[in-house]
């Protein structure tokens, strides 16, 4: 229980569960969620050839996590004359997937209840192509740039923008954190209302990152996936290869996700129906390496998430993984499950074997997925899977498995040491 005050000062005692209401998300699996839990249990991937931009030869990334074009026509506000200043396509994909979340959870953000609806969806690389747009054009134009280059370069404007389109004047932030940010917002979200700031809050986040400085330099840094020198690309759906002994690095990809959490007191007082509970979160900071992750505070994290949950590791049913396809990355992933649940490690399911990594909207992405999991039993397969001898783990490369979840442990872990646990519980 936790105790709130009610806005005559009069305490109150309010209930401590935060409730997921409804999620969306677009990935590179298509655009509506059915669909793409469908095409995620068939063990469908959905990296392609890079088509965003023309390749030159030289140009070292050729595939990618592309997210296909959404029809505008059912959605007044993606209308061309509603969107015309917004060029970045992470607004439009935001703007959808938070109507969308908000229909599903059964939440009509009124004027009366819009100043307890916090917004903490958010971006990790933002509208940068709005900026390389205008420098290009300033060079090869010596034209001024427009005067919405910089709000869509704005990484907290999505945030802004959504609370424009549902009308919530509650707190907003943006959960910036690399790779970790969807995961994040919920996390800072579910604090929100244990503080009492917030009943709802509108949690998730957006990436579209493939911009040609962006994926060069995560080849320059070591991180994308190449081949080996003088070797052929592989089948681009072939490329995203978690915890296997021939993972080359991540495949960059694009996606939005959107999450609706609620205080208990909420869900009961409008009638509305949750199916599962935020149980648990844990968040720590490496304080070491800006890209490798550090194995301590990797697993303080995880074992942060679960001692909140008030239980312990052997009741964790499944883990959707983090796992990004790195050399580093992934071992120090799997050591620190190893070290937490010992030799009890439950199924361990990566996503991005199937979608690429969206950057921030991964771990929102994902989680949505655990939560599609839960609610149908079912584990979803790690593609692409080559045993790691160095890596023990059940990754579920057999395919799809059925299997009763009550607590799924969700990871994620962001560039700068960014630690963001969560674990969730199934409630009906």
Request: glycine share 10%.
């Amino acid at each position: 229980m936790r105790v709130g005050y009610s806005r005559e000062g009069k305490s109150l005692r309010l209930s401590g569960k935060t409730f997921i209401l409804g999620y969306d998300m677009v990935s590179p699996l298509g655009e509506n969620l059915e669909a793409q839990w469908r095409r995620a249990v068939q063990g469908r991937c959905g990296i392609v050839p890079l088509t965003r931009f023309p390749l030159t030869d030289a140009f070292p990334v050729r595939v990618a996590g592309q997210v296909e074009d959404i029809d505008a026509g059912p959605y007044p506000f993606l209308q061309p004359r509603e969107m015309a200043h917004w060029s970045s396509p992470i607004f439009k994909h935001a703007l959808l997937v938070v109507h969308r979340a908000l229909k599903r959870s059964g939440v009509e953000i009124t004027p009366d209840i819009a100043p307890r609806v916090a917004t903490t969806f958010s971006s990790a690389v933002g509208g940068q192509d709005a900026v390389l747009k205008a420098d290009r054009q300033m060079i090869a134009e010596n034209k001024m740039p427009h005067p919405f280059a910089n709000p869509n370069s704005c990484i907290n404007m999505v945030g802004g923008k959504v609370s424009i389109l549902t009308g919530a004047t509650g707190p907003i932030c943006a959960t910036i954190t690399a790779c970790a940010t969807g995961v994040t917002s919920m996390i800072i979200g579910d604090m929100m209302i244990r503080q009492n700031l917030a009943d709802v809050v509108i949690a998730g986040a957006v990436d579209f990152p493939l911009v040609e400085p962006i994926l060069a330099g995560f080849v320059t840094m070591n991180g994308a996936y190449r081949p080996k020198e003088g070797q052929p690309h592989d089948e681009p759906q072939k490329t995203s290869r978690p915890f296997s002994i021939n993972r080359r690095g991540f495949v960059v990809s694009e996606g939005a996700a959107c999450i609706i959490l609620a205080s208990e007191d909420f869900v009961r007082a409008h009638g509305l129906a949750a199916k599962i509970a935020l149980a648990g979160c844990g968040m720590t900071s490496d304080a070491s390496h800006f890209v490798a992750p550090n194995l301590v505070t990797v697993q303080k994290c995880i074992e942060l998430s679960i001692a909140k949950a008030g239980i312990g590791p052997q009741d964790i049913d499944c883990v959707n993984a983090h796992a990004t396809s790195t050399r580093i990355g992934d071992k120090v992933e799997a050591d620190a499950l190893v070290n937490v649940f010992g030799g009890k490690i439950p199924p361990v399911s990566a996503n991005k074997s199937q979608l690429g990594h969206a950057m921030g909207a991964s771990s929102a992405i994902e989680t949505i997925l655990a939560m599609e999991g839960m609610l149908a039993d079912t584990v979803l397969p790690t593609i692409n899977y080559d045993p790691d001898p160095a890596i023990v783990l059940d990754c579920v490369s057999e395919g799809a498995r059925v299997l009763r979840q009550e607590y799924v442990l969700k990871n994620a872990f962001g560039f700068g040491g960014c630690n963001s646990c969560v674990v969730l519980k199934r409630t009906g």
